[in-house]
């Protein structure tokens, strides 16, 4: 009967985060059709090759940090709170830096892919500005954000295990797209 209650418990506390997730995705779709965004890929060829990516990284590097936060907050090795401490500060830190390195580093590979297949592409400073605005603010947000929830849930008796990877996904989703159209236009009035 434990299996059954415990099978529920995640259920109860999932399905919420799950229904929210699917408002984000709907909403971070629509500002990726907007009129503003196509022009913004229409300006900047090669932008559609790293969005993919861009997006999936966002999940995979702060869905790790969310992971490790967990844990330590099911160790007591990490307070839900925040503070200087000296584990969730590294952690929070190799995930910046991881977050940056990698946006960067899609930048110069979506470059590098169209050059190699002579397709028109974006100029290389643009592309890596881009991904660098983009991924210095979601960075940011997504940090904060998922630190915030991921304290609240535990505070409030949820298990964060349970919200992670729909928080993680659903934030990166819809701040990466919106932070992509911004990035796009510093970009854009600064080239």
């Known amino acids: 009967m434990a299996a ?35 022009a913004g890929f229409e300006r900047f060829p090669g932008l559609l090759l790293l969005l993919p990516a861009f997006l999936a990284t966002r999940g ?7 992971a ?14 925040f503070s200087w401490d000296r584990r969730l500060v590294n952690a ?16 110069v590979l979506s470059w590098g892919i169209l050059q190699l297949l002579g397709r028109e592409s974006a100029r290389l400073v643009e592309l890596v500005g881009i991904m660098l605005v983009s991924g210095v603010l979601t960075s940011v947000t997504l940090i904060f954000g998922m630190l915030a929830l991921v ?9 964060p295990d349970n919200l992670i990877g729909p928080i993680v996904t659903t934030l990166g989703d819809i701040f ?11 970009v854009g009035v600064i080239f």
Do not use: C, K
């Open 68 to 81: 490790r936060i967990s844990s330590g907050l099911h160790q007591g090795m990490i307070d839900p709170e």
């Open 92 to 107: 929070v830190a190799a995930s910046f830096i991881n977050g940056i390195g990698i946006s960067v580093f899609i930048g």
């Open 4 to 38: 059954r209650q415990d099978a529920w418990r995640i259920y109860r506390e999932s399905l919420p985060i799950l229904v929210v997730s699917l408002a984000g995705g709907v909403f971070a779709g629509s500002v990726l059709g907007s009129e503003g965004m196509t």
């Open 151 to 159: 304290f609240a849930s535990y505070e409030y008796g949820l298990d």
């Open 176 to 186: 990466g797209v919106v932070f992509l159209f911004v990035a796009i236009t510093v």
């Open 60 to 66: 995979n590097v702060y869905g790790a940090l969310g």
